[in-house]
C-alpha cells in the first residue's frame, strides 16, 4: 500500500520537534530528525494496525515491504506478515493474525481503530495512543487494545517503546498456538541464507537471542528476554531487536522466530514451541480484566555486541 497524497493534511508536530508526525485519513507519519521513519496504518483497509516500512537513522529500509508493495527480489509468502504488528491467532477460535481479506475464509477477526487519543510531538520523543477493537466477523468487540507507541530521536538508533492492554469485553480465550504475538517481518537482506530465496539480494541474516543462543534452530521456542535479527542490508550492517520487559506476564517470553525473516514473541504457543500437545498455555480474561504488554524495539547500526543491545535492554527493564 502506497501513501497517498490525500486531502485534509493536518500537521500534529510542531516545526521545532525532532520528532513529527502527520496525519493522513487512515495512517499518521512518523518523521525522525527530519526525515521518514515510518508510517502507522489503521484505516477501513487494514485487517489490524501495523507500522511500515521501519528504517534505520541512516534511511535503510528494515522491513519487507510486501504485502503493501512489491519490490524485486523479496518473497510473497504469509501475505499477513504486515511490517510490524501485534495480533493473536486463536481468541475465542477467531484468527486475528491470519486475517487477510484474501483468506476468504469464515473464522477471521479485525482489530479497527476506536479513535486516536493522542499525537504528540517533542524535541526527543514523539507519542501516538489510540483505542482499537477486536472485532469478530460477526462484528461484535471482543477486546479493547488501548496502544500507546513512543517514537525516540536518536543519532545512531530508531527506538519505539510499545504499551499495549488488552481488556477483555466478553469473556475471552488466548489459545495457545504459535501463531501470534508481536511481530515483524524484516527485509531480505535480514533473511537468513536460503537456496529458495532469490539470489539478490543477498541473505545475509543472524538471530541471537539474550542467552547467547543462534539460529532459527537454537532461538525458535526458546523463552529470553530479546531477540535480534542482523545482518547487511543495502550495503549497510544493521539490525532490529525486540525486547521483552520483565513486568510482561508470564516473561520471558516464548520467540517464534523464523529464518525466512519472521521474528514474534508471543507467551501462549508453549505447546507448539515445547512440542508437548499435553500443554497448554491458553489463558482466560473474564470480562473486564485485562493483560499489559510492554515491548521495545530497536533498529541499530552494526551486531547486537556493537550496538550493546544487551546494555540497552538492562537499563530499559529497570524503568518502571
Sequence with gaps: MKRAVLVGLLAWAAASGQVKFIQFPGCIAVEIDGKPFTDFYFGSDAPKPYLHPLRSASGVIVTRRYPMEKIPGETLDHTHHRGLWFTHGDVNGIDFWMNEA??????????????????????????????????????????????????HSDPALRIIDFELTLTAVEKVKFGDTKEGTF????????????????????????????EGRQGEAQVWGKRAPWVDVYGTVEGQALGIAILDH?????????????????????????????NDKTVDWSLTLEPGQSLRFRYRVVIHPGDPVTAKIADLYQAWAELQ
Design 246 to 274: 520483565p513486568f510482561n506476564p508470564r516473561f520471558p517470553t516464548f520467540w517464534h522466530c523464523r529464518a525466512y525473516g519472521l521474528c514474534a514473541a508471543n507467551i501462549f504457543g508453549a505447546h507448539d514451541f515445547m
Design 102 to 151: 484474501s483468506d476468504k475464509r469464515a473464522n477471521v477477526g479485525r482489530v479497527v481503530l476506536n479513535k486516536i487519543t493522542e499525537v504528540k510531538s517533542g524535541p526527543k520523543t514523539g507519542t501516538i495512543s489510540g483505542l482499537f477493537d477486536w472485532k469478530g466477523p460477526d462484528g461484535k468487540t471482543l477486546l479493547r487494545e488501548a496502544r500507546t507507541m513512543v517514537f
Design 183 to 210: 511481530a515483524v517481518r524484516v527485509a531480505p537482506g535480514l533473511e537468513a541464507p536460503s537456496r529458495n530465496a532469490p539470489a539478490d539480494p543477498p541473505r545475509t541474516g543472524k538471530m541471537v537471542d539474550a
